[in-house]
Structures are given as structure tokens and as C-alpha cells.
């Protein structure tokens, strides 16, 4: 039972690079989520999704996109990589949103951009 | 506006002490709160849920309306404690979580 996958586990980016940090998770839920953690500050929500086909912006979504194409994966994109998306990241998924239904995690992708 | 504080960056304390990690919200409506914890190297995990008022590891957090407080505690730490933890406010429709900004927990020997 895997829960919550997340591929990279690091990766080095130059500016103005783009690439996708995967996440895919086979507990069937139906809400996912993409976090940022920078240094010192808490989770910064990014984008989420509450289905298949579904998506919107959270508190910091400039600079990325996502999709949802099925209900296991959930692409956070990088179009042109900037220095101040050095962070990172973390995917989530949770069944549905009652309060009794925590967000399950993943382990995080360490992203630099130089 | 929807806001999650947590004052203390650092809490240290000897091996029997109590804990008292902080948090405070901020949120118009009925709120959802929750503790996680990050031990080292592991995932960000759920500790505590208000609704559920349970207690896990010996850990229980009490939510105050007047005081716009999520306090956790505990009676003795030990060790095993030592890790980050967030305290987090909910969204009843779409599941969102905001998160404070953490607390680590460093327990001494």
C-alpha cells in the first residue's frame, strides 16, 4: 500500500528551465493537493483538486499548472523555472473533504533552481 | 481572513516536562482544526483532529472558541516526541488546509 507518491525526490533546475514533479496515489480519493514548504514557513497550499477534470489555484499559484486527468495522478508543472520556487513540495490526497478524513502525504520533492 | 499562528519556532524542554505548543486561528465561521507532525524523516502525518477529541500519544488539544486557540498538550514528554508539528485550519467544502508556520519540538534527555 504505497498511499501517497511523489517522483523526483530531488532535482537541480537552472532558471528558466521547466519540468513536472509527479504525484500519484491509489487510495481512490478523490481530493489532492500541492504544497510548498519554504524555509521557516509553514505549507503554502498551490493548487488542488477536489475530482478528475477539476482544478483550482490556492494561495501561491503563480508560476505553476496542474491537471487532472485521472483520479490517481496529479502533475504539478514548472514552465520557466525561477530562483524563488527553491522549495519544497508536497503532495496530498484525501478522501473527501469532512473533517474526520485527514490529508494523506507524501514524502516531498527537494527542488533547487540555480 | 483565514490565518493560522503559530508564535514559537522552537520549543525545548527536558525529558517529563509538559508540552504546550501554541496555536491560534483566525476564521469566520465554525472552524476544523488539526495537528500534524513531521518526525525526523518521515512523512507529515495527522496527530490530532478537534472533532474527534481523542487523545494520541498521550498528546490532546482543546478548541477554544473565545480565545481563538488550538493549543496542544502534553502531560510528560519524551524523546520520541521530538519532531515538527503543524497546526492546521480546514475548509468544510473543498478540504483545504492552512497551515501555521510549525513549531519544532526538541525533548532533552
Known amino acids: 500500500n504505497a498511499g501517497v507518491t511523489q517522483t523526483p525526490k530531488f532535482r537541480i533546475l537552472k532558471i528558466g528551465q521547466s519540468m513536472t514533479l509527479q504525484c500519484a496515489q491509489d487510495?481512490?480519493?478523490?481530493?489532492m493537493y500541492w504544497y510548498r514548504q519554504d524555509p521557516g514557513m509553514g505549507l503554502k497550499l498551490i493548487y488542488y483538486s477536489v475530482g478528475a477534470g477539476i482544478t483550482d489555484k490556492g494561495e501561491v499559484p503563480n508560476g505553476y499548472n496542474v491537471s487532472r486527468s485521472t483520479t490517481e495522478d496529479f502533475p504539478l508543472r514548472l514552465e520557466l523555472a525561477a530562483p524563488s520556487q527553491t522549495s519544497v513540495y508536497f503532495c496530498a490526497s484525501r478522501l473527501g473533504h469532512y473533517s474526520n478524513q485527514p490529508q494523506h502525504f507524501g514524502d516531498g520533492t527537494r527542488l533547487s533552481i540555480l | 481572513a483565514q490565518r493560522v499562528t503559530q508564535p514559537e519556532k522552537l520549543l525545548s524542554v527536558f525529558k517529563g516536562a509538559p508540552v504546550e505548543l501554541k496555536c491560534n486561528y483566525s476564521?469566520?465561521?465554525?472552524?476544523?482544526l488539526f495537528w500534524y507532525v513531521q518526525y525526523s524523516r518521515q512523512r507529515l502525518q495527522l496527530l490530532l483532529r478537534h472533532i474527534s477529541r481523542e487523545s494520541i500519544k498521550g498528546f490532546t488539544a482543546d478548541l477554544n472558541k473565545g480565545e481563538t486557540s488550538f493549543h496542544l498538550k502534553k502531560p510528560f514528554a519524551q524523546e520520541e516526541d521530538s519532531a515538527m508539528y503543524y497546526c492546521a485550519l480546514g475548509s468544510s467544502n473543498t478540504g483545504k488546509l492552512i497551515f501555521g508556520q510549525g513549531t519544532t519540538l526538541q525533548v532533552k534527555p
Open positions: 476564521y469566520s465561521g465554525s472552524p476544523e
Open positions: 487510495m481512490n480519493h478523490n481530493y
